[in-house]
């Protein structure tokens, strides 16, 4: 009876210790553009490794469904964490209340143009004057197309731009019915569409476009001004988990397969391919931040390129001091 009495102080403290460690985790919302997209996987590996609790952090993922809805959900006060484009940026040039704190990817590699299986098209060359298909006017599938122009010489006018929406079903149906002769989109689309002998990829995004900010985290001005030390665990989670992928293809294309709807085989091109592409700390090389910038102007999104440090930082990455 005296053992057990003396084990009741202990077993209080260590569930008090427990209660308090429950207490301590931060609850933070992060609004994904595009759950299925490669260059997001990151929260669900840091997720499923645990990286987020380990910092403190109860993570609540958000499928928002592309940019504008993201944003909208920022400005509503609705998520904490957005996971976006680079192209995203004229929204808070415009007003919306948040700011990039990390990158995510520095190249577009998780693109690519896609034709029919057995198209007569065989180069970049063979494009000029043709129908391309693109998620939207004055997108980033918009922007990749130009850059093909740009880097054959011809004017921007050189395409006729046909929209179809972000998902693959349209696009592909696009294709099939020539409506388009060409489509930008992600590049696994065409090494599955090549496994069915339905279409191929012509060219991924690398061999006409060089550095380039592609997607950022952002985060709220309010979580930045009320909880900096949550900004930063969600950073330190989030590069634990990319430097986890780099070193893990198996489990990370087990992650990215149950997020998609590719085979293993698809996947795991698409790992060799973009995975490169990941910044590994988050900083935002100037390059690739230029880059963003003139597209801005390039797509009518602006009437100037924007001082991008007003709406860029690093000083919650995990390599800088606070």
């Known amino acids: 009876?005296?053992?057990?009495?003396?084990?009741?102080?202990l077993a209080l403290a260590l569930a008090a210790s427990l209660v308090g460690s429950a207490q301590a985790a931060t609850t933070i919302r992060v609004g994904n553009s595009s759950s299925g997209a490669f260059n997001f996987i990151p929260l669900n590996v840091g997720l499923k490794q645990g990286f987020f609790t380990k910092n403190g952090l109860d993570v609540q993922e958000i499928d928002l469904g592309g940019?504008?809805?993201?944003?909208?959900?920022?400005?509503?006060?609705?998520?904490d964490f957005g996971l976006g484009?680079?192209?995203?940026?004229?929204?808070l040039v415009k007003g919306a209340p948040e700011t990039g704190v990390g990158a995510i990817a520095l190249t577009a590699a998780l693109f690519g143009i896609t034709v029919l299986y057995d198209s007569p098209i065989h180069s970049l060359a063979d494009l000029k004057g043709k129908r391309i298909g693109i998620s939207t006017v004055g997108s980033l599938t918009q922007?990749?197309?130009?850059?093909?122009?740009?880097?054959?010489?011809?004017p921007p006018d050189t395409f006729t731009f046909i929209t179809d929406g972000s998902t693959s079903a349209p696009q592909l149906a696009a294709l099939e019915t020539k409506e388009i002769d060409a489509q930008v989109s992600g590049a696994a689309l065409g090494w599955n569409l090549e496994e069915q002998k339905k279409g191929r990829l012509l060219a991924p995004a690398s061999e006409f476009v060089g550095p380039f900010l592609m997607n950022v985290i952002f985060a709220s001005n309010a979580i930045i001004e009320k909880e900096p030390d949550a900004v930063r665990a969600f950073l330190k989670?989030?590069?634990?988990?990319?430097?986890?992928?780099?070193?893990?293809?198996d489990?990370?294309?087990?992650v990215e397969h149950?997020?998609?709807?590719?085979?293993?085989s698809v996947d795991a091109k698409q790992y060799d391919a973009v995975m490169p592409s990941l910044s590994r700390d988050g900083t935002f090389p100037p390059d690739a931040v230029e880059a963003v910038s003139r597209s801005f102007v390039e797509l009518k999104l602006l009437p100037s390129e924007p001082d991008m440090s007003k709406y860029?930082?690093?000083?919650?990455?995990?390599s800088v001091k606070p």
């Open 143 to 154: 922007w990749l197309a130009l850059q093909v122009a740009r880097k054959e010489g011809w």
């Open 251 to 254: 489990a990370t294309v087990t």
């Open 237 to 249: 989670g989030w590069y634990e988990a990319v430097n986890f992928m780099a070193t893990h293809k």
């Open 67 to 79: 940019s504008s809805k993201l944003h909208q959900a920022m400005v509503a006060g609705g998520i």
């Open 85 to 91: 484009s680079g192209t995203d940026i004229p929204f």
């Open 312 to 318: 860029l930082t690093p000083r919650f990455l995990p």
């Open 258 to 264: 149950e997020t998609d709807n590719y085979s293993l």
């Open 1 to 9: 009876m005296k053992a057990s009495l003396r084990s009741i102080p």
